[in-house]
């Protein structure tokens, strides 16, 4: 498991993220204290706070892709 802290702070960002993962096979969700929110679902991640950095997790998804998704991350959510 992969472990990044990203900023989404608009609802651009949000869509662009869904969007970006919901084509690539594995599991991805945003952790942010006790919730937990499925990054392919808009409603998971609408139901948490956009104001704070949250903590994603990749799981299960192929080496590729996880370097796909992590430039993106890097390059367009600040990721850490």
Do not use: W
Not at 8 to 18: E, I, S, T
Not at 35 to 49: E, T, W, Y
Not at 70 to 79: G, V
């Amino acid at each position: 498991m992969t472990r990044i802290q990203i900023r989404l702070q608009d609802m651009k960002r949000v869509q662009a993220l869904a969007s970006f993962l919901t084509p690539i096979h594995g599991d991805f969700f945003l952790v942010s204290g006790s919730a937990v929110a499925n990054a392919k679902s808009l409603i998971g991640i609408l139901s948490m706070s956009l104001d704070e950095p949250v903590e994603m997790r990749l799981m299960g998804c192929s080496k590729e892709d996880e370097e796909k998704i992590l430039a993106k991350l890097r390059a367009e959510y600040d990721a850490k």
